[in-house]
């Protein structure tokens, strides 16, 4: 195994750390005040889409597309190369966006790439790949356990020349932003096929269609994730043309699974950012920190500390780029076994490391002076986004029981 990054890998470590040290950190405070203070909470802040224009022009942009999708732009960089990059951005939880690496535009555009038609991508995946709108992927529920997807009952009725849409969705992230122009919702168009994943089908619906309300926004511990933001939809007789359907009726399942695998190893490097970057902070405080005549550094509790969150981190990430490579040799499907068990680890492994690193901040550490809470909240949600962890656990010992004991 090989433990050095490829120089391709590295060009971009390189350049990204430098954008970040010159660009981005210098004006966090700047970007949470204009957040903070506009009129508008759901609209792109001033200082982002400067970051953006310069990100794009120092080569910067969709760094997410895998070799396999390169006639789409991007630089081929494959998933274990994209790794550390997502790790670097991760560390400020708005960065990603600069770069046009965000969830859920990420994922959605991959969506477009695999599954679309010609037609959808010219009049969508166009403008999500130049950064000019965002878009959302509505499939959580509020009245069924969305953590079983075959439960979901938004209908996907076909009348003539339209489908008819009715349902409700919720914490669907993105819906909120002003610039969020196409929604992907996945339906059940045939509730009684007897092969529950062939119920579902995905269709494209424009933000201004009738019959499409945002109910209110929602938010996860108290945080509304502004500006893209997460919201409760009602889609009350919802009419779209049929070329809106994505890739077949029938086919949401297949689609929703080949979006999710990669989608959830981008929050794992990112999260392993904010872990990180807890880390990094806790260091700093504990040599410039005293409490009854000594530097935090020097009680053995914080070193203990420091020491453990090193280890827990260096493993998650790790983990993560074993479960990157698998997803490049094999694809999604077939190293599925290591984004469940990336999924379980990662977030768990964050939210315990930014705890305690809260704890060594005392009750700075709770609030917006530094960015902790905000990852603590991101890493919590990150354990029910995208399946909660005891599906991972379920499918991944399913995998594993019967891979040592030779069951079919």
Same mark, same amino acid.
């Not at 889409?49 to 960089?77: C, D, H, M, V």
């Not at 190369?81 to 708005?94: C, D, Q, S, T």
């Given at each position: ?47 982002? &889409? ?8 120092? /080569? ?13 732009? /991007? ?28 969830? +859920? ?16 991508? $010219? ?21 069924? =356990? ?10 996907? &009725? ?32 045939? +509730? ?12 494209? !619906? ?20 502004? +500006? ?7 889609? $009350? ?35 392993? /950012?904010? =872990?990180?970057? =807890? ?54 499907? $077939? ?17 315990? !490391? ?32 995208? /399946? +909660? ?20």
């Amino acid at each position: 195994m090989n433990f050095e990054h490829s120089d391709k890998a590295q060009k971009y470590i390189n350049l990204l750390n430098k954008f970040m040290e010159q660009n981005v950190y210098p004006n966090e405070e700047i970007y949470n005040n204009q957040l903070k203070n506009a009129e508008d909470r759901w609209s792109t802040p001033p200082i982002m &889409t400067e970051l953006r224009n310069k990100a794009r022009l120092q /080569g910067l942009w969709n760094l997410y597309i895998p070799p396999s999708l390169s006639k789409f732009g /991007g630089y081929s960089l494959s998933n274990l190369e994209y790794a550390p990059l997502a790790e670097i951005m991760g560390k400020i939880h708005w960065a990603p966006e600069i770069f046009n690496c965000n969830a +859920p535009d990420t994922g959605n555009m991959e969506v477009f790439m695999k599954y679309a038609t010609k037609a959808q991508q $010219d009049k969508w995946l166009t403008r999500l790949l130049a950064g000019e709108i965002h878009s959302a992927y509505a499939m959580t529920e509020p009245q069924v =356990a969305s953590s079983d997807a075959t439960n979901i009952e938004c209908s996907i &009725t076909k009348k003539n020349d339209k489908y008819i849409i009715n349902g409700r969705k919720w914490f669907i992230t993105g819906a909120m932003h002003k610039d969020c122009e196409i929604f992907i919702v996945m339906g059940k168009s045939d +509730p009684n096929n007897e092969n529950r994943h062939l119920q579902q089908s995905q269709i494209l !619906v424009p933000r201004n269609t009738p019959g499409l309300k945002i109910v209110r926004p929602l938010s996860t511990l108290g945080y509304d994730d502004a +500006p893209l933001g997460h919201a409760e939809l009602l889609f $009350d007789n919802v009419e779209v043309p049929l070329e809106n359907i994505l890739l077949g009726e029938g086919r949401g399942f297949e689609i929703a699974q080949g979006r999710l695998g990669p989608g959830r190893i981008h929050h794992c490097m990112r999260l392993i /950012g904010n =872990a990180q970057r =807890a880390l990094e902070f806790v260091c700093h405080r504990s040599e410039n920190r005293s409490t009854f005549g000594r530097k935090l550094s020097q009680h053995q509790s914080v070193k203990e500390f420091i020491a453990t969150a090193f280890a827990q981190i260096e493993q998650a990430r790790l983990l993560t780029y074993k479960t990157a490579d698998q997803i490049d040799k094999l694809g999604a499907k $077939d190293a599925r076994d290591y984004i469940a068990a990336a999924k379980i680890t990662v977030p768990k492994m964050t939210q315990e !490391v930014i705890d305690q690193a809260m704890q060594i901040h005392g009750a700075g550490g709770l609030s917006d002076d530094w960015c902790m809470a905000e990852g603590f909240n991101y890493a919590r949600y990150c354990r029910l986004a995208d /399946g +909660p962890d005891e599906v991972h656990m379920m499918a991944l010992s399913k995998q594993l029981i019967r891979r040592f004991t030779n069951k079919s």
